[in-house]
């Protein structure tokens, strides 16, 4: 997951990242971090994990557009 992806998939949500703190259990702080594209591996994945159980799909360069993107595969609240 890239910082834009991060961010793209928030946007779709419509999630902030405080209301993403409240879901993972993680400091905002930490979540601001992965808006920079910085981040540990397993906070990364973490946080991938919550956004797909939500609906995210994380898609990688070349299959749908020329760069990494996202979709929503249907809202699961």
Do not use: Y
């Amino acid at each position: 997951m890239t910082a834009d992806q991060f961010r793209m998939a928030k946007a779709a949500l419509g999630i902030a990242n405080p209301d993403l703190a409240e879901a993972t259990g993680l400091h905002r702080n930490t979540l601001n971090k992965l808006d920079k594209g910085e981040g540990k591996a397993s906070t990364v994945q973490l946080v991938r994990l919550t956004l797909e159980a939500r609906g995210i799909q994380f898609l990688e360069s070349g299959e749908v557009a020329a760069g990494p993107g996202v979709a929503m595969r249907g809202r699961v609240a």
